[in-house]
């Protein structure tokens, strides 16, 4: 019963968003809370929900400074020249903007960390889609797609999952996927060259000579939260917020906090909040110029985190129910026997949908140990095991349980529902191919 009730769940809340019935926020608090009375847990559902809702309470407030740091960097016009440089080779070609973004995205992703290439990414790439007319939809696709391939590198969360979960060694587990991962972003890029060319069928190449001088009153507003205006020329305009005598300091503020993160030496949401606060105060010193800066990203503040406190109700249900658990068991216990010699194969499969519909932490110390000791039974190593299980992490990415994944959306204003209209076949075709040429290497056995 919580097998087909889990399963119907995650069914219900794909419809709900997909089709627009209900905003995520709504469909992620009530449908988990309708299927989870359905349980009998009765009054014991606050007590999940409250559990789950402390441990994304930092992760919370890490989206809410960062969104509220990096749109303040954005609207004092730090990334504008680099904003400059990507316009000369862009050129108005929707099609080499498309393919740049899952470039940098793979370049920035190499770091580990989703939530800094997707903060990097969209602070230089949304003001340009806006400007060319191409939808933000694309950005968000081809930025999680990228990000998830590149998230299976030693030192990216869901390596390190696997390689703590059998036991195993991260470089043991990444180098013989290397081909695999390779040809997966690879697959990134075809499609990114794909959606660049749906985007200029669709609009229409607009040619962008940022050498010309701007044309007197030309200027157009692009209508996000950042504010950033260009003009017809690919001149960045003059911005009331702009502080150019501030940008170096701006920019060591921004750097240093990029390393703090790096070193992980303190704890993100704190490093966000202390930065938010000395890039409001230093760039808008009168107290009504703060509080405006605040309110101009206040859309995308409720909204994502918002979206991650709904999402406590969902994996605070699923988890407290036993949902996750008997969803693990069932898949296991439904492996015929005579397939014992593909669990390798069959692990890569089922990577793909769950992790997506559940945390990497659920599915890697959770599931992956019970299939591993399976496929120990038909001689396959713990090691092929774990390299199997990353070729998920391209749909993954895109879940509504990665805190990252609702940080793109909130700073690119992208509906969830379109997101995922767009991502869906996307992703699945990118890790099947991942899955297929990893075989073919001798990552593990295929067939």
Known sequence: MLVLLGFLMIAVFMFLVMTKRATPIAALILVPLIFGLFTGAG???????????????????????????????????LFDPLIRLILRFVKGSPVRLVVGTALLTSIVSLDGDGSTTFIIVTSAMLPLYLRLGLSPVVLTV???????????????????????????????????????????????????????????????????DVEEPPRTGSSVVIANDFQSEIDDAGHLGDRPKARPRLIWLNLVLTVAVMVVL????????????????????????????????????????????????????????????????????????????ELGPFMATITGLVSIPFTFLMTNDAFYFGILPVLAETAGHYGIAPVEMARASLVGQALHQSSPLVASFLLLIGLANVNLGDHFKRVLVRGLVVALFMLLVGGLVGAYQLF
Request: glycine residues 8%; charged residues 10%; without cysteine.
């Open 142 to 208: 081809v930025a999680a797609l990228a990000n998830g391939v590149l998230n299976t590198v030693p030192w990216g969360g869901s390596t390190a999952r696997a390689a703590a979960a059998l036991g195993v060694s991260p470089i043991d587990i990444f180098v013989p996927m290397a081909p695999a991962i390779f040809a997966g972003v690879g697959a990134v890029l075809v499609l990114a060259f794909l959606l660049g060319r749906s985007e200029q069928r669709r609009i229409g190449t607009l040619r962008v």
């Open 43 to 77: 009054l014991g559902l606050g007590d999940m929900v409250i559990e789950s809702l402390l441990k994304l309470a930092p992760t919370a407030a890490l989206l809410f400074f960062a969104i509220i740091f990096f749109g303040t960097m954005i609207d004092v016009g």
């Open 262 to 337: 790096v070193l992980d030496v303190v704890e993100p949401a704190l490093i966000f909040m202390a930065a938010a606060a000395i890039a409001l105060i230093v760039n808008f010193p009168r107290i009504k110029e703060q509080s405006a800066q605040i309110k101009a990203h206040a859309d995308s503040v409720i909204s994502v985190v918002g979206m991650v406190f709904a999402a406590a109700v969902l994996t605070g249900v699923m988890s407290g129910t036993g949902m996750i658990d008997a969803m693990a068991n069932w898949l296991v216990s439904v492996i015929p026997s």
